[in-house]
């Protein structure tokens, strides 16, 4: 029965491969060098952020980005972010978002995988 | 796309890099190009980690993992990515791929699979060992599950990063071209253009 096929195989190391390039990817982004500081990155990611406009983009980014319009990133301009400072606390946000799920995801499988 | 300075490559090998590829009917698309702007920030970590994920050993093939890229980015109403990793899909599977997913006629596993990430994405926070357990019944191995998480994470990530700085393909042949580019080789820059 098709259905009751085990479907695993994954090489003993392979997850935690993953986890590793996962890692690089959150240090990178979090502590790495950019324009913007390591503190607004670090909020960014978290999903806390003292400044309004910044933190409705951002909040945005993070619920629905397909909303996200050349106006909501010409504001941002506006108030003074450059195209690297733009880049860089959008990512974090998506990052904050995608590492939440990634968090709920390996949970719900046992923890550390 | 709404960050303008990174349509342009900051380095002289880059700019020869896209006029390779411009004079071989190609284009680098958007996420290609950020990651050549900030390669220690975003590009090398992101590239290697969505290499070893999509094209290194699994339990899935590259058509399954490509179709559970597909499946979060549409959850996430991100057209771009669903356009690329649905063709790259849809190539290794067959054109209607994601309908027959949808419609119940796809193997089991990676339907168990595709079904929990879409979850995962929509509202993580209402998921549960329910869920788990229906992707087990369905003979998902617990770390064949987690390695579709890991595809949803990365999916998470760009479709965001994508749909706020207003990343397109500049036509339809271009991402049907890239697309088949990103299958035959990855999701590789060479080093030089990385750095």
């Given at each position: 029965m098709l259905g009751r096929v085990s479907r695993g195989g994954v090489a003993a190391d392979r997850l935690g491969g993953l986890r590793g390039d996962v890692a690089s990817l959150v240090k990178a982004v979090l502590e790495g060098e950019g324009a913007t500081s390591v503190e607004a990155r670090q909020a960014a990611f978290a999903g806390r952020c003292d400044d309004r406009a910044v933190a409705a983009y951002l909040d945005l980014v993070r619920k629905?980005?397909?909303?996200?319009t050349d106006e909501d990133v010409e504001h941002l301009r506006a108030g003074g972010l450059d195209d690297d400072a733009i880049f860089e606390l959008t990512v974090a946000a998506a990052l904050g978002a995608g590492v939440a799920r990634l968090q709920v995801g390996l949970e719900l499988l046992g923890g550390e995988r | 796309m709404r960050v303008p300075s990174y349509e342009l490559a900051a380095r002289p090998s880059q700019r020869a890099f896209v006029h390779l590829t411009r004079s071989l009917g190609g284009e680098l698309d958007d996420v290609g190009k950020a990651a050549m702007r900030r390669p220690n920030f975003f590009g090398n970590p992101f590239l290697r980690l969505t290499q070893s994920l999509l094209r290194g050993p699994s339990a899935w093939s590259v058509g399954e993992r490509e179709l559970f890229a597909a499946v979060v980015s549409r959850a996430n109403s991100c057209q771009f990515c669903v356009g690329t990793h649905g063709e790259i899909a849809a190539k290794e599977l067959g054109r209607d791929v994601l309908a027959r997913l949808d419609a119940g006629r796809f193997n089991p596993q990676a339907a168990a699979a595709a079904a929990f990430i879409e979850a995962l994405t929509r509202d993580p926070n209402a998921l549960s060992a329910a869920d788990v357990e229906r992707a087990t019944a369905a003979g998902v191995e617990p770390d064949a599950l987690a390695e579709a998480v890991y595809v949803a994470f990365v999916f998470n990530t760009i479709n965001r990063v994508v749909d706020a700085l207003g990343f397109k393909h500049r036509s339809d042949r271009h991402r049907r071209r890239g697309a088949e580019v990103l299958r035959r080789l990855g999701y590789r820059l060479p080093d030089l253009l990385l750095r």
């Open positions: 629905h980005a397909y909303r996200v | -």
